[in-house]
């Protein structure tokens, strides 16, 4: 299963059409890397796809990337959807790959990165936003020897963690999009349906402390509906599905899409990794432009809060953006259908 960051349709796997065709993919291999906890892993592999060519200046530096950032449960290749791709990565369009280098991580616990599934299970390091954070760091500076990316675009937790570089590493990305997340602690309902989804895979009988020989089907079950729930548009909802009979035959439906996808300690750990998350009492320090964006119609992120439109005058070059809820709006996902936001992020990089 695939939780709370994506629009329904985007956690299928993704094919590679149009600009994309030219992706390379590598890892990165970080030895004997420390957690924040204290905890080490002899080798932490950061999996991570490429588009678009780097382009040096007359120093010799890099001066043409671009990161993108997925959200809980997602990956790198998930930016390869025709709803992204299509509208931002050909010749003219904002992120042209002829133009630019862009670089899409799988982070810490998802994809083809280290993660719990990988064979440690729940001994695994209980990582969090920050190491995250600090492994792109390093993927970005070590590994692929940039000083300076031109924009970090992150979507979900991708936009939490875009927070964190703007506080933890101010003016490495010269602007950053964060989008579909707020800039505090993780409290409230967002942080009661995220324990509520851990607890109901913990309280399967079958997920025995994490060393199951199965799958944990019934809190699994449990957690994708929560999730099926946080990231839905009500507005579509009601009017795609106007009665009992069709909502539940479309709940059936989106449930069997999504079964026996994942596994139950990964996303253990996925949801847990946002304990820590706070990078409010730092906003002062994000001091390039910022281009943030939330949707009215986001069950995780609920513009009634007033939490964004708060923290948004923290930062001196900072906009931010609400999207109205519509019928044609994604909920929590429309951070990743780029026809919402394609020329706001235009001028962005204009800048």
């Known amino acids: 299963m695939k939780k709370l960051v994506l629009a329904l349709s985007l956690m299928a796997t993704p094919a590679l059409a149009g ?88 982070n810490i616990g998802h994809g083809n990165s280290s993660k719990p599934s990988d064979g440690m299970r729940m001994a695994f390091p209980k990582y969090d936003y920050d190491d995250m954070v600090r492994a792109q760091y390093r993927l970005v500076t070590e590994k692929l020897g940039i000083k300076n990316l031109q924009l970090i675009l992150g979507t979900s937790m991708g936009c939490m963690h875009a927070f964190v570089w ?39 009988p079958t997920w025995n402390g994490g060393n199951y020989t199965t799958q944990p ?39 069997a899409a999504r079964a026996g996808d994942g596994d139950a300690n990964d996303q253990i750990y996925q949801l847990e990794s946002s304990r820590n998350y706070n ?5 002062e320090a994000i001091t390039v432009p910022v281009l943030w964006i939330n949707s009215g119609d986001d069950f995780i992120n609920p513009p009634e809060l007033g939490l964004a439109q ?14 109205p809820a519509s019928p044609e709006t994604k909920g929590h996902g429309t951070h990743t259908w780029a026809k919402f936001w394609k020329e ?8």
């Not at 990305?173 to 989804?197: H, V």
């Not at 990078?279 to 906003?283: A, G, I």
């Not at 948004?312 to 999207?323: G, H, K, S």
Request: glycine fraction near 8%.
């Open 344 to 351: 706001d992020l235009a001028k962005l990089l204009a800048k």
């Open 279 to 283: 990078p409010d009492p730092k906003l």
């Open 310 to 323: 708060k923290a948004v005058t923290r930062m001196p070059n900072a906009q931010f953006i609400l999207i």
């Open 19 to 106: 600009p994309t065709d030219t992706a390379k993919e590598a890892d990165a291999v970080f030895k004997n890397f420390t957690f924040g906890t204290g905890e080490t892993l002899p080798e932490l592999r950061i999996h991570y796809t490429t588009l678009g060519t780097p382009h040096r200046n007359a120093k010799g530096d890099i001066d043409n990337a671009v990161m993108i950032l997925h959200g809980t449960g997602g990956t790198g290749k998930q930016f390869f959807r025709p709803q992204f791709a299509d509208e931002l990565y050909g010749p003219g369009q904002p992120l042209d790959i002829t133009r630019y280098f862009v670089i899409l991580p799988d």
């Open 217 to 255: 089907a019934q809190g699994l079950r449990t957690a994708n509906y929560l999730s099926m729930i946080a990231g839905a548009n009500p507005v579509a909802l009601q009017v795609q599905y106007p009665t009992r009979e069709a909502a539940e035959k479309s709940l059936d439906a989106g449930f």
């Open 166 to 204: 703007g506080t933890s590493y101010p003016g490495v990305a010269k602007r950053l999009a964060p989008f579909a997340c707020n800039a505090t602690t993780i409290a409230g309902r967002n942080r009661w349906w995220r324990k509520m989804s851990v607890d109901a895979i913990k309280a399967d």
